[in-house]
């Protein structure tokens, strides 16, 4: 831009610069009952107000860019602002699946879940829903031996990951 007053004259460069927004990720794997902090990593301007929403809140909510995974499934996060009448957005599609093999729901498959799971085998202990369905590593609809096998393979680095988990 020039700026002409009489005889004199001078130019200033103008960036214009168009409103965005942007999140650290566009997809996502969240384990059920956890929760993930989805941030923006870019936001333009910086002082408006974002709102999240998920598409599926059976499957996962959304406050403030935390994600608390309910149920299996996927669900569409959307944070979005609103500058000068026009809506700016951006997703972050969230796939909730159980961790198989996670029997004491610490995030982990170690030796703590194999040895509930031979507890489990041999009676001395019982499970909850969930416990059975991630002690069910080969999702044979039950959990025996064959589960014990496959938790004793994972954990010696045979496979890095249950078959069923990339279902």
Same mark, same amino acid.
């Given at each position: 831009? &020039?700026?002409?007053?009489?005889?004199?004259?001078?130019?200033?460069?103008? /960036?214009?610069? $168009?409103?965005?927004? &942007?999140?650290?990720?566009?997809?996502?794997?969240?384990?059920?009952?956890? @929760?993930?902090?989805?941030?923006?990593? =870019?936001?333009?301007?910086?002082?408006?107000?974002?709102?999240? =929403?998920?598409?599926?809140?059976?499957?996962?909510?959304?406050?403030?860019?935390?994600?608390?995974?309910?149920?299996?499934?996927?669900? &569409?996060? &959307?944070?979005?602002? @609103?500058?000068?009448?026009?809506?700016?957005?951006?997703?972050?599609?969230?796939?909730?699946?159980? %961790?198989?093999?996670?029997?004491?729901?610490?995030? %982990?498959? *170690?030796?703590?879940?194999?040895?509930?799971?031979?507890?489990?085998?041999?009676?001395?202990?019982?499970?909850?829903? $969930?416990? %059975?369905?991630?002690?069910?590593?080969?999702?044979?609809?039950?959990? *025996?031996? @064959?589960?014990?096998?496959?938790? $004793?393979?994972?954990?010696?680095?045979?496979? /890095?990951?249950? =078959?069923? /988990? /990339? $279902?």
């Amino acid at each position: 831009v &020039t700026i002409t007053y009489g005889d004199k004259s001078d130019t200033f460069t103008v /960036n214009v610069t $168009k409103p965005s927004i &942007t999140l650290s990720d566009s997809e996502k794997v969240v384990i059920l009952d956890k @929760t993930y902090q989805i941030n923006i990593t =870019e936001l333009i301007p910086d002082d408006v107000t974002v709102s999240w =929403e998920s598409d599926d809140e059976d499957v996962a909510t959304v406050v403030n860019g935390l994600v608390t995974a309910k149920a299996e499934g996927e669900a &569409t996060i &959307t944070a979005s602002f @609103t500058y000068n009448g026009t809506t700016y957005s951006a997703e972050c599609v969230v796939t909730v699946k159980m %961790l198989l093999g996670d029997i004491n729901d610490d995030g %982990l498959v *170690n030796t703590t879940d194999l040895a509930q799971l031979k507890l489990y085998l041999v009676g001395a202990t019982t499970f909850t829903d $969930k416990q %059975l369905a991630v002690a069910d590593v080969s999702q044979s609809d039950g959990v *025996n031996t @064959t589960d014990l096998a496959l938790m $004793k393979l994972y954990l010696a680095g045979v496979f /890095n990951d249950f =078959e069923a /988990n /990339n $279902k």
